[in-house]
């Protein structure tokens, strides 16, 4: 979404880190922390939440590669 929290603009971590960003997740902290509690990785407890879905595009983009 080019945006990290609101506040950093994904342009601006690219440049400052040099590196490309291939892809952000949205913050769930409630979900993530609820997950994690349960030993259970978030995209197979809860595999419809957008956290989730960010989190498979990543992998699927990290496997391409």
């Given at each position: ?29 409630k ?11 978030i995209?197979?407890?809860?595999p ?18």
């Open positions: 979404n080019g945006v990290v929290d609101s506040i950093i603009k994904i342009k601006d971590f690219e440049n400052t880190l040099s590196v490309n960003v291939i892809g952000s997740i949205c913050r769930d902290t979900n993530a922390v609820a997950s994690l509690n349960k030993g259970i990785p995209v197979l407890s809860s419809k939440l957008q956290m989730s879905k960010e989190i498979a595009v990543i992998a699927k983009k990290i496997s391409e590669s």
